[in-house]
C-alpha cells in the first residue's frame, strides 16, 4: 500500500509507457507540469491544440518541443474532444485539461461518441499527506458534485474506493463526514452518511468499512474519537474522507493547502480514463503529483 506521493511518483515510473492526451495545450503552467513528468520518466504527452502557439511557449521556456507529439486543433472546444477520442482510441491512457474552459472540457469528456462517459457519475479524488500521519489519505469530493444525493453519494464513494484500491489498499475505512456524529433529521447529510455506513454494513459496497455520520475529528484522531466514546474500525483511523457538499470539500482542500501546506494530488474518476483537471492555484508539485496519481490509477484500469 502507498504511503507518500512520492512512492506514488516511483511506482509511476515503472508503469509501462503512458501518454496524456494534453487538450488545448498552450497553457504555461500544464506544458511545465508535462514537461516535468516527462523528465522524471512518469509520463509523455500528445498535445493537441494551436501548435505555433504551444511551441512558442515550450521554446520561451526552455521546454524541448521536439519531444513531444503535436496534433493541431486551434479549436480549444475541439482540441478537447479530440483527447478525448484520442483516450478513448488507445493512444493516450490519461487526458488533462489545458487552456480550454472546464464547461468545455468536461463535455468533451462526456461526449457520448468520442468521449469517456461510462454512465458512472464523475467526481474528485485527491490523496494528501496530513501531518503527524504516516499514511496517504484520500478526499471526495471537492470539486466536480455541488450537493450530491444519497445515490449520487454511494457512486462518489464507489470511484474514490477505486482510486484506494489502485493504492493498494484493499479495505478502505471510510467517513461520512457531517458537523455532527448523532444522526439528526434537520441535517440531511448525517442521515445520508448513517445510511451508507448500513449499505456497507449489508455488503452493498464492497472492499471497505464505511462509518458515519463522523465529525472530521473523529474521523481522524483516536484521541478525539474515544473522548467521545466512539468506537469501530473507522473512528480516529479513516483512510477516505468523503464530504457531505462541494462547499466543505472546497474549503477542506483550500485549507489543506494554504494553511497546512499539505502535499497533494487531484483526478477525477469515474469515466473510462483518469482525467486531470487542475487548478491555476495549484502548485507545480501539485500538479506533477496529479499526472503521477493519474498514470498509478490508469495502471490499474488496464
Known amino acids: ?50 501548435v505555433a502557439e504551444t511551441k512558442k511557449l515550450c521554446q520561451q521556456h526552455a521546454i524541448n518541443p521536439d519531444l513531444y507529439e503535436f496534433e493541431n486543433e486551434p479549436d480549444p472546444r475541439v482540441a478537447a474532444r479530440r483527447a478525448a477520442a484520442l483516450v478513448k482510441q488507445g493512444q493516450a491512457q490519461v487526458m488533462m485539461k489545458g487552456l480550454v474552459g472546464t464547461a468545455d472540457f468536461m463535455r468533451a469528456v462526456l461526449d457520448k461518441t468520442e468521449g469517456l462517459g461510462t454512465g458512472r457519475l464523475l467526481s474528485h479524488v485527491v490523496a494528501f499527506e496530513p501531518t503527524g500521519y504516516d499514511r496517504l489519505m484520500l478526499l471526495t469530493d471537492a470539486a466536480i458534485n455541488i450537493a450530491p444525493d444519497l445515490a449520487q453519494k454511494v457512486q462518489i464513494v464507489e ?42 454494513e449489508r455488503g452493498q459496497i464492497k472492499g471497505c468499512r464505511i462509518d458515519g455520520p463522523l465529525a472530521l475529528d473523529n474521523a481522524v484522531s483516536l484521541a478525539a474519537a474515544h473522548h467521545k466514546g466512539i468506537g469501530g474500525d473507522v473512528a480516529g483511523q479513516a483512510d477516505l474522507l468523503v464530504v457531505p457538499s462541494i462547499e466543505a470539500g472546497n474549503v477542506l482542500y483550500k485549507a489543506l493547502v494554504y494553511f497546512a501546506n499539505t502535499p497533494l494530488a487531484g483526478i477525477v474518476v469515474g469515466a473510462s480514463a483518469p482525467v486531470i ?26
Open 1 to 50: 500500500m502507498f504511503r507518500s506521493l512520492k512512492e506514488i511518483n516511483e511506482a509511476a515510473i515503472q508503469r509501462q509507457a503512458v501518454k496524456i492526451a494534453v487538450a488545448a495545450a498552450a497553457d504555461l503552467d500544464v506544458l511545465t507540469a508535462v514537461n516535468d513528468a516527462k523528465m522524471a520518466g512518469i509520463a509523455d504527452a500528445i498535445l493537441v491544440g494551436d
Open 159 to 200: 470511484n474514490a474506493l477505486q482510486v484506494s484500491r489502485s493504492l493498494g489498499n484493499k479495505e478502505t475505512k471510510v467517513a461520512m463526514l457531517a458537523a455532527v456524529e448523532t444522526v439528526t433529521a434537520s441535517m440531511k447529510a448525517t442521515e445520508d452518511a448513517a445510511m451508507i455506513a448500513k449499505m456497507s
Open 277 to 302: 483537471l487542475t487548478s491555476r492555484a495549484d502548485s507545480p508539485a501539485t500538479k506533477l503529483n496529479s499526472i503521477a496519481l493519474a498514470v498509478v490509477v490508469s495502471g490499474a484500469l488496464r
